[in-house]
């Protein structure tokens, strides 16, 4: 799976170490920024990460900042992503198996880096369930296409 990820500055050591766990996972990744500790404004991160997963250049998308909310709040500003900032286990695996979420969005600030290797790990490998959670992804992708056209 080829997995975009970008961090604003103060996710720059979090998203170092989840590109290493990702290679040993056998996953690609596109290092979309930041590319040092310097003060960077995390929506322009959000919107390369989300480009690539508009663009079909990703399949998946991870984000990181201090609390992961300015994340997904840009994030889910493109058509198609569907960006979830996620605290733990359940959210991690919840937010793949029922919403299909193809961004996470994580805290710098708030997670260890054992608990951030096992939301990857489940992220990673939790499969959308489809069924009934199918139609509720449908109803969001419905919202998305009527507010665009209008905008």
């Known amino acids: 799976m080829k997995i975009a990820i970008g961090s604003d500055h103060r996710g720059y050591e979090v998203k170092t170490k989840i590109i290493e766990h990702l290679k040993k996972l056998g996953h ?8 040092d500790c310097h003060s960077i404004d995390y929506p322009d991160i959000a919107m390369a990460v989300a480009e690539k997963i508009v663009g079909g250049e990703a ?20 058509p198609g992503v569907r960006a979830a900032t996620c605290h733990d286990d359940l959210t991690a695996e919840m937010s793949r198996r029922h919403n299909n979420v193809n961004v996470m969005c994580l805290s710098a600030d708030l ?11 489940l992220w990673i490998t939790t499969e959308f369930e489809k069924g009934r959670h199918q139609r ?8 998305e296409k009527r507010f665009s056209k209008e905008g």
């Open 59 to 78: 399949d998946r998308g991870i984000l990181i900042c201090g609390s992961g909310i300015g994340m997904a709040i840009t994030a889910n500003k493109f």
């Open 28 to 35: 690609d990744s596109v290092d979309c920024g930041a590319h």
């Open 111 to 121: 997670l260890g880096e054992r608990l951030i290797d096992r939301m990857v790990d």
């Open 136 to 143: 509720r992804v449908d109803k969001i992708t419905e919202v």
